[in-house]
């Protein structure tokens, strides 16, 4: 196995299936200082719900050479890297492979096999690719080797472009995350990840504390500790936004699929699956809260609500307000509906 990101999804993971009888191959890591520091810590160090353990010597790589060698990839990566991954991933696929999204976000099976054709693919070469509607843990990585799980999910979904190659692979994605079941309908899997919905309104209601932390001016609230900086006004706004995100999955014909924000955290989040008292680490604002929620999240599905004539104030508004406050129009870093499957 490859797994590609040496960040907190993809050490956590290195480490769990390591313990579980898989053998990781090479941990692909592009950013140079990271692969540094990887190898000069010499193993990986987990810590937290999962239980404690160690990977010695991890096979830290800055080239995607090793996914030619590899049966299963798990790409670890936040979704706007999905794009760079499978321009190095190109010419070292293959049919038989299967590749795993952790997360995929909106469409994201259909997303990463239309970038790795854009980047030299042949149809026929395109491996088997399944998108999880969710991270398998909640995690942190300091950067120096030492990733801490907070929580394990008790559920999540995978899908593939097609039921037929879903169905093929079943056991596979099961054996690789316990409580992984694989579904027919990667849209509607896709669209029920509730993360777009909590982080964004939480990163611009709380931007302030957010730069600051940024900046080291206030100590960091703590990567597991997003529910610290949560108010009446921003509870009112996520439901808001939950409200015209089922409403676009009912006008697609996913009403029966659709699960609101809370449904979706009581699956995930069963008995046993979070830390009773996570520790204080890391940022509690993440980069990620807005670079992949937004153009990943949360533009996909006003891109949809306008193909099925639904409106969604909230979320275009919500849009426009990061882009403003930001000085990025993420509008023009979103993926095509094309390359979500949509035509």
Not at 26 to 51: N, P, Y
Not at 67 to 76: G, K, R
Not at 88 to 113: C, E, K, P, S
Not at 136 to 152: E, F, M, T
Request: hydrophobic fraction near 45%.
């Amino acid at each position: 196995m490859v797994i590609v990101g040496g960040g907190s999804i993809g050490l956590a993971a290195a480490v769990d299936l390591t313990r579980r009888g898989y053998r990781i191959d090479a941990i692909i890591e592009a950013d140079q200082h990271r692969a540094a520091s990887l190898r000069c810590a010499g193993r990986i160090r987990l810590t937290g719900l999962i239980g404690d353990g160690e990977l010695p010597d991890p096979p830290v790589s800055s080239s995607c050479d090793a996914v030619s060698e590899a049966d299963t990839v798990l790409i670890a990566t936040t979704a706007d890297r999905y794009e760079h991954v499978a321009q190095g991933m190109a010419n070292h696929v293959f049919a038989r492979q299967l590749v795993v999204l952790a997360t995929g976000y909106v469409g994201g099976a259909a997303r990463f096999a239309a970038a790795l054709r854009r980047h030299g693919t042949t149809i026929a070469d395109t491996p088997a690719i399944f998108a999880l509607n969710t991270s398998p843990y909640l995690s942190y990585a300091d950067g120096q080797g030492a990733v801490h799980v907070a929580a394990a999910k008790s559920w999540m979904e995978a899908t593939a472009v097609s039921p037929g190659i879903a169905k093929t692979h079943a056991d596979a994605i099961a054996s690789l995350f316990p409580g992984c079941v694989v579904a027919d309908e990667q849209m509607a899997s896709s669209l029920n990840n509730p993360n777009p919905i909590a982080h964004v309104p939480a990163y611009v209601l709380n931007a302030t504390q957010a730069q600051n932390e940024a900046a080291g001016r206030i100590p960091a609230g703590g990567a597991f500790h997003l529910s610290d900086v949560t108010s009446v006004q921003l509870e009112n706004l996520r439901t808001r936004l939950d409200d015209e995100r089922l409403e676009v999955m009912a006008a697609l014909g996913f009403a029966s699929l659709a699960l609101s924000r809370g449904d979706f955290g009581n699956r995930a989040y069963g008995p046993g699956a979070r830390e009773a008292s996570p520790p204080r680490i890391g940022p509690t604002f993440q980069r990620r809260f807005l670079v992949e929620d937004v153009p990943f999240g949360l533009i996909p599905l006003e891109m949809l609500a306008q193909r099925t004539g639904t409106p969604v104030p909230s979320i275009t508004g919500l849009i426009d307000l990061v882009n403003g406050m930001t000085g990025v129009d993420y509008r023009a870093a979103a993926p095509a509906l094309a390359d979500l499957g949509v035509v």
